[in-house]
Every structure is written in C-alpha cells, then in structure tokens.
C-alpha cells in the first residue's frame, strides 16, 4: 500500500477491530434489542431515537431511508450538542413528541456522562418507555458524569449496547512535532453499524412471524415512491422527523 495511505490503513484495522469486538460481545444485546423494536413495529407504535451532537447522525440513520424500517422518528437536539450538559432540556424535547408508554426510544451517546442522554432515559423511565442505550462503555466508565443525578446513561438505560470504542474515541496515534496526535474516531461507524444490525435483526423476526415489514425502498430507483407509497402516507401521519 502507498506508504503515504498508511494512517487510513490503520483506520481500517482500527474499526475491522471494533465490528469484530461488538459481534463477539454483543450478540446478546443486539438480539434483544431486535425483538424490541420488532415488537414496537408488531404493536404499530413508534421507535424513537436520540443522539447529541455528532451522535445525531446515527440517530438520523434510522428514519426514513432505503432499506430501513418505517416506524423510527428522532428526537431533534437542534443545538447539536450545545445544551447537552443543560439541566432540564430532555424533557423539553421530549415533551415535543407524543411519546407513549408502547414506545421505545434508543439513546446515542459515546460518553454517556452528560445531562441530556441521561435525563432522557430517567424522563422515559417516568412514563414507561423502555430505553436502549447505545454508547463507549470504556469511554463511559473512565471519566465522572456531568450529571446532576451522578449518574452515566449506561446505569440508567434498560439496555446497553457497548460501541466498543476506547477512552477519548479517535483511533489512530499520528506523531507530530509536538507529540501525539489521535484522530479517526470509531464511534459513529460503529454506532451506524449497530443501529442496522438492528434493523436487520428486527426485520428478519417480523419476517419469521409472517408480518410484512415496514422497510423503504429507495426513493431514487424507478417506481421508489410507488413502492413506498403506503409507508410514505404513515410517514406524513405519524411521523416528525427531520
């Protein structure tokens, strides 16, 4: 390889490592989360996902795009990330949505220390919606929460899937004059691979169960819309999104 390439070779090992660790690690986890977003589908409610700042574009991930499922929606943070240590704001947001008791809502965050990802899960919690957490739990586990309950997302989510990523996120060690330097981080790779694993879990056991899933097609191949006209009309009903 062209020696200059080098850094994004050892990008690619960095994140071939990561995927391998979440498949040998997080079988479990990822299985359950399936069968409850499944289940949120088989009952015709809603997914919900949340993700602060970089975080967000994982949670973008799940709604609306080809070869995803239908019932997802995101819960905005339009300040991406500024207020994620502001006390009070999850349940601004979340108070936006019609969120219910036979919701779910899934929960990005990479650190898990701050005020929002956590306040959301304890505000889900108080109207019974289960939560899924999708976060570094070596990240998360190395560093004091920011929290006015002192408490990190992964002690307060229902379910905890580790990212597998390490302490701080970026990957690959550059020397510089001046020393060190980390780029390339893992945790949205990882993240975005976690979030359509799921997705393709879920979709297999409503497949298994012999109920048709809910799953878009490309708008930007011929008849696209066609296709998804009737997953596009409970789009334009039911869900927020963007």
């Not at 949505?97 to 898990?112: A, K, Q, R, T």
Request: hydrophobic content about 45%; overall charge negative.
């Amino acid at each position: 390889m062209n020696s200059d390439l080098k850094p994004v070779s050892m990008y690619r090992d960095r994140l071939v490592d990561v995927i391998d660790r979440i498949l040998e690690t997080q079988a479990s986890t990822l299985a359950t989360a399936a069968q409850w977003v499944a289940d949120v589908i088989e009952r015709d409610a809603i997914v919900y996902t949340l993700g602060s700042g970089h975080s967000l574009l994982i949670a973008a991930e799940l709604y609306y795009r080809a070869g995803g499922l239908a019932n997802f929606d995101i819960v905005q943070d339009k300040s991406f990330g500024r207020l994620e240590r502001l006390s009070g704001y999850a349940r601004v947001l979340l108070d936006q949505y019609p969120v219910s008791s036979n919701d779910l809502l899934i929960i990005v965050s990479n650190s898990g220390r701050n005020e929002l990802p956590v306040e959301m899960a304890l505000e889900a919690k108080k109207i019974g919606i289960r939560t899924i957490a999708i976060t570094s739990m070596a990240h998360s586990l190395a560093v004091a929460p920011r929290t006015a309950s002192a408490d990190r997302l992964c002690e307060v989510a229902d379910l905890v899937i580790d990212n597998c990523g390490s302490l701080g996120d970026a990957s690959v060690e550059l020397q510089s004059p001046r020393g060190p330097v980390h780029v390339a981080p893992t945790s949205t790779a990882a993240g975005i691979f976690i979030a359509n694993s799921i997705v393709a879990l879920a979709t297999n056991i409503l497949i298994d169960k012999g109920i048709d899933p809910p799953v878009f097609v490309s708008a930007n191949v011929d008849n696209g819309d066609k296709k998804n006209e009737a997953l596009l009309r409970f789009l334009r009903e039911r869900i927020r999104g963007l």
